[in-house]
């Protein structure tokens, strides 16, 4: 799906994929990552989720990466605190109770956009992009991230047919291989049966390479 159809959905308010609780994955598994409340969590293709008030809620100041304004408006409209509007160098969104979104592209959010992430968090992201994109994705989420960071990941498994066609894409244990574990420490955490029988995995993620003394990583 390119960036244009993914703003033809939000303008027309194709958005199944949106939730109204927090997805199990988390509340289920968060904590497995031990992090330290502080612990700033990027979370790419965030969309208008809940899960992103949930983590602030635990005390993590939450950074959000979203393509559609549409989304940004509708997040706001969940609550009743106060908005603040944020500019980070040509990234533009909002602050509202612990929650920050930026409006853009993913593929263009640098490190000097967001600062440093102790954490992240990726539930219909990475399964959202076609495979080529996951490529650009699995790569460019590394570069966003120092050594010792740690993530969620959450993956869907299909069967028969429904592989061909996304999103949300199929993305298999081998291709996960491929995709993280140059970059990344990958354990796998647990696992959902949604109703249609299609199912889910729980991953933790941990940034390779040697900590660097300037990229504290706040855990
Ligand atoms: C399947 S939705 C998942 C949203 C959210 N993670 C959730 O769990 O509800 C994928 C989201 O990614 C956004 N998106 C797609 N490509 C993007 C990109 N290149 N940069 C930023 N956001 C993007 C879409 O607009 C959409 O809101």
């Not at 289920?28 to 409340?37: F, I, K, M, Q």
């Not at 549409?70 to 929650?99: M, N, P, Y």
């Not at 570069?143 to 869907?156: R, S």
Request: proline letters at 5%; charged letters at 25%; aromatic letters at 10%.
């Amino acid at each position: 799906m390119t960036n244009d159809a993914w703003l033809s959905r939000w303008d027309e308010g194709r958005i199944g994929f949106n939730l109204e609780s927090p997805h199990t994955g988390l509340t289920d598994y968060w904590s497995a990552l031990a992090l330290a409340r502080h612990t700033r969590v990027l979370v790419p293709l965030c969309g208008k989720s809940v899960d992103m008030r949930w983590l602030a809620h635990q005390g993590h100041p939450v950074v959000g990466v979203e393509l559609a304004q549409a989304a940004l408006l509708q997040f706001t409209q969940g609550s009743d605190d106060d908005v603040e509007h944020v500019s980070r160098d040509g990234f533009k969104g909002i602050r509202q109770s612990g929650v920050e979104i930026l409006c853009g592209d993913f593929f263009q959010f640098r490190r000097d956009h967001g600062g440093s992430f102790g954490a992240f968090y990726d539930r219909a992201a990475l399964i959202a992009l076609p495979p080529a994109r996951r490529q650009r994705y699995a790569f460019h989420l590394a570069q966003l991230l120092p050594p010792g960071a740690v993530g969620l990941l959450i993956t869907l498994e299909k069967t028969g047919e429904a592989i061909k066609h996304g999103p949300p894409f199929h993305v298999s244990r081998k291709e996960l291989e491929h995709l993280f574990d140059a970059n990344f420490e990958r354990t796998w955490l647990g696992e959902f049966t949604a109703i249609d029988g299609e199912r889910e995995d729980i991953w933790q993620l941990v940034r390779k390479g040697p900590v660097d003394d300037e990229i504290q990583v706040q855990r």
